[in-house]
């Protein structure tokens, strides 16, 4: 929903993810043993994959068409080598254990996806601030898993990660740094293995947030002369244009968001308490230790800075209705 522009701290943390991945959770060697068992167009594609690797974690996204058309195109289906990424095949992993399942799920496995999703991939979200989707920011980008061991299940609490490009269709992919997207469960099961136009991550001059709930001015109107929150109407917009963009045809956001009317009452109700007066007043009371900066934040009961919006779920709602309203 937010942008995230690739400065150069964004490039180094790719760097380092990228180095670690290679030289400490031996991807290439997995990737060789996958290949080795491989014979045809299969054992072309990963041996593609094993010279590529390095340029691939780390690759712009903005890159990928041109490096798909010039490396990996002719896999495609209809392509001169196509290859059915979904054919099964009985293959043993790094432990020898003799495994069957599609295709590309024996490359994800090779490139240490568990290990990634895990521990690498996490350990960069939250340097980049991000705990909610950054898909639809109305839920946090993590859940319980259960996962077994040798004496017990267990449940522990990882990130959700989507892929940009499907892992289905470009398995190659299936580990790239800026293919990797933290999103909630419902939107991560709901684009499923479709591919969407929206991009996570922007250059310099591109819209970091393109975006804006409205409350409709009727709606608030009708809500203050009954009181009933169902009385709100809330609106998903385009900046530049006013209108419904594209992004809600893909993820949906204006029917979810009317879900999310208390909420809105919230920040009406906050409205009409914290003004101008009430604001000064509770600063000077010396009863609040809340520093300067962090004032609106309180006021709202949420994060109130556009580069914040991404970590915590519905800040990026809150911090529009409140902007409209004067509140902040």
Known sequence: MKKILVTDEIRGMAKDYAMRLLNQEGAIGSLRHLKSQLTGNEAKYVERIIRNLPAILEMLPWNYTNFHQQHFALFDKGGARAIDFS??????????????KAFYMHIVAALKYDVVQQKLFPECVRKMGIRACVYCNAQYAVSAKKRKTDR?????STYNIDHWKPKNHYPYLAVAFYNLYPCCTTCNQGKSYTEKDWCMYAQVGDMLNPYK???????????????????????????????????????????????????????????????????EAMQQSGVYKIKPQDTNRFIIGNYDREEDVMKRPLAKLTQDIARQLGLI
């Open 87 to 100: 054919h099964r095949f009985l293959l043993s992993d790094d432990g020898g254990s003799p495994k069957e």
């Open 152 to 156: 017990s299940s267990i449940y522990r």
């Open 213 to 279: 709930f409205l409350l409709d001015d009727m709606s608030l109107l009708n809500y203050l002369l009954t009181w009933d929150a169902e009385q709100l109407k809330i609106d998903f917009v385009d900046k530049t244009t006013g209108l419904r963009p594209d992004y809600d045809k893909d993820f949906h956001v204006q029917k979810l968001y009317n879900n999310f009317k208390t909420e809105v009452e919230d920040v009406i109700w906050r409205n009409r308490i914290y003004n101008a007066k009430m604001v």
